[in-house]
């Protein structure tokens, strides 16, 4: 069997399995979301952090939950860090330093998952699974939580209420994710993926140095690290390593994994705004860009430019033999469409139209399908951007979903839109001028630009990929892209509660024959090229100076 005959036919069967798992899981979270009965064991949570989750609250005490909750996990997983060195179970590894200890607590906090260190060789049991595997859950039901929260402001009419902040995170923790991800822990523990909690064995030597290897609770933190679009692994290789991802099977499931959430949601979205049809245009929308930039990027990775390509038969620089270049190529577009950002190949060693495809889609917002909730209620904005444009087009005041998109609502739309290009190109430019963050590059030219510009379109979509080849373990960039993932994961969340929130206290406008059918395909095309044009307007020049221009060159 030829590789691309493999890498299509693989592709055909993820998708046949997301259609599967597309109804029934997509109706179980709208059922999660909207029924009015507590579990025991969600009451016992909600007694033991005094929250009422039967209290409605407006956007402005949701967004207050978003934030405290979230600031109280940056906090504790801050000091997890700092106090390693005297916990049990660190494998005998020391406190992490300040800057790093920050970096990687607002990381694992932002769903962003970015690592700027070696996991096997930093961080103890202690810490991977009370810190980072605890935030892995509760930083992706936050972000299910904002998506959700935003869909009841289309749904729901004369009110400013917006569902509570704490029933649906834990709701989402403990009715989705939890269950999901002991089940696919399971599949990966049978696929070979370890699942110990054993200290450090030396195993040889190579070139004279001893080599070791480390255990860990692998399996299931790989699980909600894929379930959750996370993306930080347990050891620096990350969904390259064989302890993560043992076989083409396991790969193929963790990207099942990655983009299962997403996908549903569109589901959830149809189901609770009582239009099944609208959510399938969604859906379309985010399969339409996915499919075609998979598609692209395989092309790219199978077009064998250059002679060692053409040698090996494809480009195959950094990529693992066990899984070749088609699912090679289906996880670096999902994990990059998907604010997930583990890898299973390095993306700095793809050539540079295909770095370039990982790029553009982080910069498209991560929304097709995108994180768990963030992919939706990034997606949902796009759609009020393009009603409103089809709507200066005709002259009519544009309506989504019976909600009026009025003057305030388009600020809102706009402010989303803007902050993420803001904080990539004003810390790429920063990184480039100044001396100091230059020594970080490993390349020089249009690919060393590329590392720095992967570095902040990374962080600032909470994605946590790396392109390779950055030093990024030093106090610049432990600081400015810690500043970046803060300010990329809360501002847009400021935004789409606030728009939530005018859209709730809404009248719904009855259709007429003049309102756009946004059901249809005719939308869904109009929104995938109002959210390429945008994103090719606002990135361009920088695209051009890196990736362009070294794909071109090549």
């Given amino acids: 069997m030829s590789p691309v005959l493999a890498g299509v036919l693989q592709l055909l069967a993820l998708i046949a399995a997301l259609a599967l798992a597309y109804i029934p899981l997509g ?48 906090l504790f997983l801050y000091l997890l860090q700092r106090l390693q060195g005297v916990l049990p179970g660190s494998l005998g590894f020391a406190s992490i ?27 103890g049991h202690v810490v991977q699974t009370a810190g980072l595997a605890v935030q892995n859950f509760v930083s992706a039901a936050v972000g299910m939580a904002v998506a959700v929260a935003l869909v009841r402001g289309f749904a729901r009419s004369r009110t400013g209420e917006l569902g509570n902040f704490w029933a649906d995170l834990v709701r989402g923790v403990v009715r ?19 699942q110990n909690f054993s200290g450090i064995h030396q195993v040889g030597q190579f070139l004279g140095d001893p080599q070791q290897w480390n255990g860990g609770a692998v399996a299931s933190q790989e699980a909600i690290k894929e379930l959750g679009t996370n993306g930080g ?25 990655i983009l299962l959430i997403p996908f549903s949601l569109t589901r959830t979205f149809g189901l609770m705004v009582g239009s099944v049809r609208q959510g399938y245009a969604i859906l379309g929308t985010m399969a339409a860009i996915w499919v075609g930039f998979t598609a ?20 195959m620089e950094g990529k693992e033999l066990r899984f070749g270049v088609g699912a090679s190529s289906i996880f670096a577009v999902a994990t990059t469409l998907t604010s997930t950002g583990a890898v299973d190949s390095f993306h700095s060693s793809y050539t540079g139209l295909g770095g370039g495809i990982t790029m553009l889609g982080m910069m498209l917002g991560e929304i097709a399908p995108g994180g768990t909730g963030s992919g939706l209620y990034g997606m949902l904005i796009m759609a009020v951007i393009a009603v409103f444009i089809a709507g200066l087009m005709v002259g009519r005041t544009p309506e989504y979903l019976g909600k009026k998109i009025g003057t305030r609502e388009i600020k809102f739309a706009a402010c989303y839109i803007l902050i993420t290009p803001a904080l990539v190109l004003v810390l790429t430019a920063a990184a480039m001028a100044l001396p100091t963050p230059g020594a970080s590059m490993t390349n ?5 630009f590329s590392e720095i510009l ?37 501002l847009p969340m400021v935004f789409v ?27 869904a095309g109009l929104l995938v090229g109002a959210i390429l044009i945008i994103t090719g307007l606002t990135y361009f020049p920088a695209l051009a100076l890196g990736p362009l221009a070294e794909g071109l060159a090549a």
């Fill in 233 to 257: 692994g347990y050891f620096n290789a990350n969904s390259a390593h064989p302890f993560e991802n043992p076989t083409p099977f396991s790969n193929l499931f963790e990207i099942f994994l």
């Fill in 97 to 123: 330093d300040p800057d790093q200890a920050f970096n990687t607590a607002v990381s694992f906090v932002t769903n962003t998952n970015w690592q700027s260190y070696y996991g096997e060789q930093a961080m």
């Fill in 497 to 523: 509660l606030a728009l939530a929130g005018s859209l709730a206290r809404q009248q719904p406008v009855p259709a007429s024959a003049g309102t756009l059918r946004t059901e249809k395909p005719l939308f």
């Fill in 176 to 194: 989705v994710l939890v269950p999901v991800a002991a089940l696919a822990a399971v599949v990966l523990v049978a696929c070979g993926a370890i």
């Fill in 444 to 448: 020089s030219g249009a690919h060393g």
């Fill in 27 to 74: 109706n179980h979270m709208a059922r999660v979301y909207t029924s009015d009965k507590h579990w025991r064991v969600e009451k016992w949570i909600y007694k033991g952090i005094g929250a009422d989750p039967d209290r409605e609250m407006r956007w402005p005490a949701y967004l207050r939950g978003v934030l405290a909750f979230s600031l109280a996990g940056v």
């Fill in 296 to 315: 692209l990027m395989m092309w790219t990775e199978f077009a064998h430019h250059g002679p060692t390509p053409e040698l090996a038969g494809a480009s």
């Fill in 454 to 490: 992967y570095a902040y379109t990374s962080a600032s979509n909470n994605n946590g990929s790396a392109f390779a080849g950055l030093n990024a373990d030093t106090q610049w960039f432990n600081s400015t892209l810690g500043l970046a993932m803060l300010l990329g994961r809360f």
